[in-house]
């Protein structure tokens, strides 16, 4: 299991896909608001006037020394909801990133966000 005080020692890094490929550089990681716990990271893609930040689940994610490996395809990563790279994430988009990757998505009783940027 990934624990929130690991976090902040992972930007930065790379982070590629299941077989390795690089897909961008760690920016942010954003946990789950009813468990605390690191849920989703975002990717910096593009050159730098078209810089995006990319939204990666990080279950089943790996830490190495100087790499971030999630368990999703590349491809997949880079179809994903982003945001610029000075944006938030408006909480109306949260949903959509857990269905491109077929994860289920509940606000809280409230209907808090699920999301958080740590």
Do not use: C, N, Q
Not at 35 to 47: H, I, L, Q, Y
Not at 102 to 111: I, M, Q, V, W
């Amino acid at each position: 299991m990934i624990h929130a005080a690991d976090v902040r020692e992972w930007r930065d890094l790379a982070v590629v896909d299941t077989e390795t490929h690089k897909i961008g550089v760690l920016e942010a990681v954003y946990v789950d608001t009813t468990t605390d716990e690191p849920a989703m990271a975002t990717v910096r893609t593009g050159p730098p006037a078209r810089r995006r930040l990319m939204f990666v689940p990080l279950d089943d994610a790996i830490v190495g020394p100087d790499y971030l490996k999630v368990a999703y395809a590349k491809a997949l990563v880079k179809t994903a909801p982003s945001i610029g790279t000075d944006d938030v994430l408006p909480a109306e988009d949260e949903a959509a990133i857990f269905k491109h990757y077929g994860l289920p998505y509940e606000t809280g009783t409230a209907g808090e966000r699920r999301l958080a940027r740590r």
